[in-house]
Every structure is written in structure tokens, then in C-alpha cells.
């Protein structure tokens, strides 16, 4: 892998940029709202440990989201973890580095953010890919627009060997996505995510370069 700087990417609708401050907070607002969070947000362990609650037991799921997203939704407590992560990109620390705010090119209408962050436990050149996209800009094409130059870059400069990532079966237009870029479908697993009384399960795949160059194909 090739510890080179993260840098402003350009597809034919899109500019990826390296993030700054100005504009997180519209990608927060974009971020709080329901449907774009809850399958994109797993609640995080520290809850479930913090206040004793089970990810088997449907009723402590929804306790801990709840908790979870009344902390999201104060932006006075979540500004210091945004500045603190603007700081970690702009000295281009390997944990955040490679981010992007996705805007409509020419223009200053942030609609989203793609990632291709080191996962844990892993080596660093196999990586997770996430992304989110304003409910108003969505099914147009642009987060598979966004990730497939991302993709590009993290293959082709970065030098990455694999991504490994996952979505929830219920979130269709995610892992479609996967499947558009080619990736290959490795199994299920159990999610902290639920709907009604259900506790769901999360796709898994596999990319890297070769799948991904062979993805119209497939
Ligand atoms: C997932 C998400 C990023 C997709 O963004 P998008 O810009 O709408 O995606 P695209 O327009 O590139 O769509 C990719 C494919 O998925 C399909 N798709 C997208 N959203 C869909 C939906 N809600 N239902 C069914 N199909 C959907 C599109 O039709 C397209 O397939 P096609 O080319 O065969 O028509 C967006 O729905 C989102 O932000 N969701 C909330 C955050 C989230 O869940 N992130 C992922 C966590 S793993």
C-alpha cells in the first residue's frame, strides 16, 4: 500500500473533496434523519456495555438506539468529534484520511460523504467502504458515481489489496451498489439493526481490484 495524501477526486455530476468544517454540519443534518441512519450507523458497543443491554434482546436494541441517537441528534455535543476528525483528515492520519464530502460539481450543495476507512482487526490495505446520500439526491446514480472513482483511486494510487464491507438485507440500494461494483457476496452475519420486532441480518462482501476492474462483466 502507498501511504500517499488523500486528494479532491472529479466524476462527470460530483466533486469528492477533502472534507472541511464548513460543511459538516449540513452533512449532519443530512446524517440525523432516520432513514439514513439506521442501517448506516451500527449502535456502537460502548452502549449496549455502558447501560447493561443485550444485542440479542430486541427490546434492549431499541433501548440503545434510542440512547444512541439522542446523543447523535445534539449537535453541540457531536461538533467537538466532527472538529476533531477534520483535524485527524487535514494531518492526514491514516484513520480518516481517506474521506470525501460529495458535492454536485460547480456548485457549494454538499449531498453526501463516501469513506474508505482501515477496518479493525485488519491490515491496513483491507478496507470497509461506506457512504450516505441526502434522501433528495438519491436513486440518481451518485453514491455508485462516487464510490467507483473512489474505488479507483484506492485500487489504482492507494494501492489496496481488498475492501471488505457489508450491508443490512433489507437496505437494497447498498448492496446493490456492491454488486454493481463488482464485488462477490460471502455470506450473512447478525446486525445490531432491527425493524418492527425483527432483529436483521447484514450481507457481506469481498472486493479488490481485479473484481472490481471485471465488474461490468459480471
Ligand atoms: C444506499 C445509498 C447510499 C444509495 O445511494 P444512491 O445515490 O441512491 O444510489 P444509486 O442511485 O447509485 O443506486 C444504486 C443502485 O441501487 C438501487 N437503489 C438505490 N436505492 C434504492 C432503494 N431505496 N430501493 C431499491 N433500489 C435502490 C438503484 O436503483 C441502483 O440500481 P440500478 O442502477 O440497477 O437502478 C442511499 O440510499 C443512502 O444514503 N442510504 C442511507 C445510508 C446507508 O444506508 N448507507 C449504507 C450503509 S451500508
Same mark, same amino acid.
Given at each position: 500500500?502507498?501511504?500517499?495524501?488523500?486528494?479532491?477526486?472529479?466524476?462527470?455530476?460530483?466533486?469528492?473533496?477533502? $472534507?472541511?468544517?464548513?460543511?459538516?454540519?449540513?452533512?449532519?443534518?443530512?446524517?440525523?434523519?432516520?432513514?439514513?441512519?439506521?442501517?448506516?450507523? $451500527?449502535? $456502537?458497543?460502548?452502549?449496549?456495555?455502558?447501560?447493561?443491554?443485550?444485542?440479542?434482546?430486541?427490546?434492549?436494541?431499541?433501548?440503545?438506539?434510542?440512547?444512541?441517537?439522542?446523543?447523535?441528534?445534539?449537535?453541540?455535543?457531536?461538533? $467537538?468529534?466532527?472538529?476533531?476528525?477534520?483535524?485527524?483528515?487535514?494531518?492526514?492520519?491514516?484513520?480518516?484520511?481517506?474521506?470525501?464530502?460529495?458535492?454536485?460539481?460547480?456548485?457549494?450543495?454538499?449531498?453526501?460523504?463516501?469513506?474508505?476507512?482501515?477496518?479493525?482487526?485488519?491490515?491496513?490495505?483491507?478496507?470497509?467502504?461506506?457512504?450516505?446520500?441526502?434522501?433528495?439526491?438519491?436513486?440518481?446514480?451518485?453514491?455508485?458515481?462516487?464510490?467507483?472513482?473512489?474505488?479507483?483511486?484506492?485500487?489504482?494510487?492507494?494501492?489496496?489489496?481488498?475492501?471488505?464491507?457489508?450491508?443490512?438485507?433489507?437496505?437494497?440500494?447498498?448492496?446493490?451498489?456492491?454488486?454493481?461494483?463488482?464485488?462477490?457476496?460471502?455470506?450473512?452475519?447478525?446486525?445490531?439493526?432491527?425493524?418492527?420486532?425483527?432483529?436483521?441480518?447484514?450481507?457481506?462482501?469481498?472486493?479488490?481490484?481485479?473484481?472490481?476492474?471485471?465488474?461490468?462483466?459480471?
Amino acid at each position: 500500500m502507498n501511504k500517499i495524501n488523500s486528494k479532491d477526486l472529479y466524476t462527470n455530476r460530483l466533486e469528492l473533496r477533502i $472534507p472541511k468544517m464548513e460543511e459538516q454540519h449540513r452533512l449532519w443534518e443530512i446524517l440525523i434523519v432516520e432513514n439514513i441512519n439506521q442501517y448506516y450507523f $451500527p449502535t $456502537p458497543d460502548r452502549i449496549f456495555a455502558k447501560n447493561n443491554l443485550s444485542k440479542d434482546k430486541i427490546e434492549d436494541l431499541k433501548k440503545a438506539r434510542k440512547i444512541f441517537m439522542e446523543q447523535l441528534s445534539d449537535w453541540k455535543r457531536q461538533e $467537538p468529534f466532527y472538529k476533531k476528525k477534520i483535524k485527524l483528515i487535514q494531518t492526514q492520519d491514516d484513520s480518516q484520511k481517506y474521506t470525501w464530502s460529495i458535492f454536485l460539481k460547480g456548485t457549494n450543495t454538499v449531498i453526501g460523504q463516501i469513506t474508505c476507512q482501515p477496518k479493525d482487526n485488519e491490515l491496513e490495505n483491507i478496507r470497509d467502504i461506506g457512504w450516505y446520500i441526502d434522501a433528495n439526491y438519491q436513486r440518481k446514480g451518485y453514491a455508485t458515481e462516487a464510490a467507483i472513482k473512489v474505488l479507483d483511486f484506492m485500487f489504482n494510487e492507494v494501492e489496496i489489496t481488498d475492501i471488505k464491507t457489508s450491508a443490512a438485507e433489507i437496505n437494497y440500494g447498498s448492496w446493490k451498489i456492491m454488486e454493481k461494483l463488482g464485488f462477490e457476496f460471502i455470506g450473512k452475519k447478525k446486525s445490531t439493526y432491527y425493524k418492527d420486532d425483527e432483529i436483521l441480518v447484514c450481507k457481506e462482501y469481498h472486493g479488490n481490484k481485479e473484481l472490481f476492474l471485471n465488474r461490468n462483466n459480471s
